[in-house]
């Protein structure tokens, strides 16, 4: 893939793929070793269900890391998304055997087998502008509360794991017959179609290459985004350029947090935030404080993170 000039260094490749791979635990070594080799750093997850993760590298890494899942014929066509940043967002290479690559613990999802149907970035603006069709953001509620499209629904889901319950306890398939779902990076949105489906829902669409795709390819005049996009990496949130955000991320619950967050009296760096001071066990307290003062040292003898983020 061609890497505009002015582009920073690092580049991020979010990537997934719905299929089969009966030996995915076999192919957890050779992946590591490829992604170590090339100094591709960041979290890929396999399952019998396929591939899913965020990486980040040099153009020549990630290249490098596509053209090796891309040479198994059963990955030929991993879905990847890219933004660029100035130095690597994640601090480790990782690759873990999983259930499954989203979880959703429902038996009989298959979205390699049977999925909605995809809308192009460039048309979504037409499809959720009609009134027939119900619109649902798969995010989880953190996600959510930062950015989303406008009109779309807010399951205030705190796991991917509720998305069927919510669905099942607030939906009918005889009334509901248009559903359009997005998610981040297209995944959740697109496990969500098959499950939606195998539920008796007639019409169902999902946004291909999720939110980040919309952002890059739709005209920031002509978009119906609202807010910032929460990432699975260290840049934490990123605008409508895809550039990095305004947000913080909370060590202790995970979650954005913004200036006035940072502003608060229950705000300790690497420790706590507004949104889990309440609920924060003082062994919790303790240990964070800990880490937090080998991230600390870290930085000032110049070393890598010590313990990851």
């Known amino acids: 893939m061609t890497q505009p000039h002015d582009a920073p260094a690092i580049v991020v490749a979010a990537l997934y793929q719905f299929v089969t791979l009966d ?53 030929a066509a991993v879905a990847h998304k890219e933004s660029y940043c100035d130095a690597h967002p994640f601090y480790r290479t990782k690759v873990k055997l999983k259930r499954e690559i989203v979880t959703m613990g429902v038996e009989g999802v298959a979205p390699d087998q049977q999925a909605g149907t995809y809308v192009e970035p460039e048309d979504w603006n037409d499809v959720i502008a009609d009134p027939e069709v119900l619109v649902i953001d798969t995010r989880n509620d953190y996600e959510v509360e930062i950015g989303s499209f406008e009109g779309a629904i807010d399951p205030q889901t705190k796991t991917f794991r509720e998305f069927p319950d ?93 200036e006035d967050d940072m502003a608060s009296a229950k705000y300790e760096p690497g420790v706590s935030c507004p949104h889990c001071w309440d609920n924060l066990p003082e062994k919790t307290r303790t240990s964070a404080r800990e880490r937090q003062r080998q991230i600390e040292l870290a930085k000032q003898r110049g070393e890598p993170h010590p313990l990851g983020r």
């Open 23 to 75: 030996d995915y635990e076999a192919l957890r070594e050779p992946l590591f070793e490829t992604m170590r080799a090339h100094d591709v750093k960041g979290t890929l997850l396999l399952a019998q269900e396929g591939i899913n993760g965020t990486v980040s590298g040099t153009r020549e890494g990630i290249d490098a890391l596509l053209a090796w899942l891309r040479a198994d014929p059963r990955l």
């Open 166 to 258: 919510y669905v099942k306890a607030h939906y009918d398939p005889a009334k509901h017959k248009k559903v359009a779902m997005f998610c981040t990076g297209g995944i959740r949105c697109e496990k969500a179609s098959s499950f939606m489906l195998n539920e008796g829902f007639e019409e169902v669409y999902h946004l291909k290459g999720g939110i980040l795709s919309y952002l890059e390819k739709v005209p920031e005049e002509q978009s119906r985004w609202q807010g910032e996009c929460f990432v699975f990496d260290n840049r934490v949130t990123v605008r409508h350029d895809l550039a990095e955000g305004d947000f913080e991320q909370c060590h202790a619950c995970r979650r954005p947090i913004s």
